[in-house]
């Protein structure tokens, strides 16, 4: 008896493309790129340079938390919490879309690992259960596969006013590194950059400038 062909199992990028509205990461890409510059523009006026570059990562993310969650609830598909980590002294963002579960982090770089939290240890090894993204035989059905998603950013070396990055990753189950695949937000929406007067396409740099005399902003936030 001639055994069945394996059947394919969906990608998290094809999960994601499927859950997710694409008007919702249009709107994402949008918020991200204009708190960069409310953030920018507040730390700029009420602070000195040292405590402006302290202050602006936990400002920008306080206003994509708060933006990003009001731009779900106007889609009715989508479902928006605010938990508190584990020690109760924090709290994220969370989004669900049918089978996605999204959450916003800062990173130094779009290689760069997500800083471990408990949190996000839970959605990855709840919702990156059914691991391998690939083809085999005893998979769950298509209707039943989830995903961990992450939009990740971080600012452009070049002009901090702005990001040099905004992506959608999909971490492994223990957040150790990033599957194969992701969506490149800058990439897909170029004409948003230019609504706020920046060049259309901000090309990801390859190499990343640092201040070793100051921290990352990325590093200070979530």
Request: proline share 10%.
């Given at each position: 008896m001639q055994a069945s062909p394996p059947r394919l199992v969906p990608s998290p990028k094809d999960i994601f493309r499927e859950c997710v509205p694409d008007e919702f990461c249009r709107e994402l890409t949008r918020i991200i790129i204009r708190d960069y510059q409310r953030a920018h523009a507040l730390c700029e006026e009420q602070?000195?340079?040292q405590e402006a570059h302290d202050a602006r990562p936990h400002i920008r993310r306080?206003?994509?938390e708060q933006d990003v969650r009001n731009a779900a609830r106007r889609f009715t598909d989508m479902a928006t919490s605010v938990p508190p980590n584990s020690a109760n002294n924090s709290y994220h963002t969370e989004i669900r879309a049918g089978r996605v579960v999204l959450t916003v982090s800062a990173v130094d770089?779009?290689?760069a690992i997500v800083r471990e939290a408990r949190f996000r240890l839970g959605y990855a090894s709840e919702w990156q259960s059914a691991m391998p993204f690939m083809e085999q035989d005893d998979v769950e059905p298509m209707s039943e596969r989830s995903v961990y998603a992450?939009?990740?950013?971080?600012p452009n070396p070049r002009d901090r006013r702005l990001p040099g990055f905004i992506q959608i990753v999909f971490p492994v189950?223990?957040?150790s590194t990033y599957l194969a695949g992701r969506i490149d937000l800058l990439s897909e929406y170029p004409d948003i950059l230019g609504e706020f007067g920046g060049p259309e396409i901000i090309v990801p740099p390859t190499i990343?400038?640092?201040d070793d005399a100051v921290p990352s902003e990325a590093s200070q936030g979530t």
């Open positions: 602070f000195a340079q306080a206003y994509i770089n779009p290689e992450m939009a990740i950013h971080g189950p223990d957040c990343y400038l640092r």
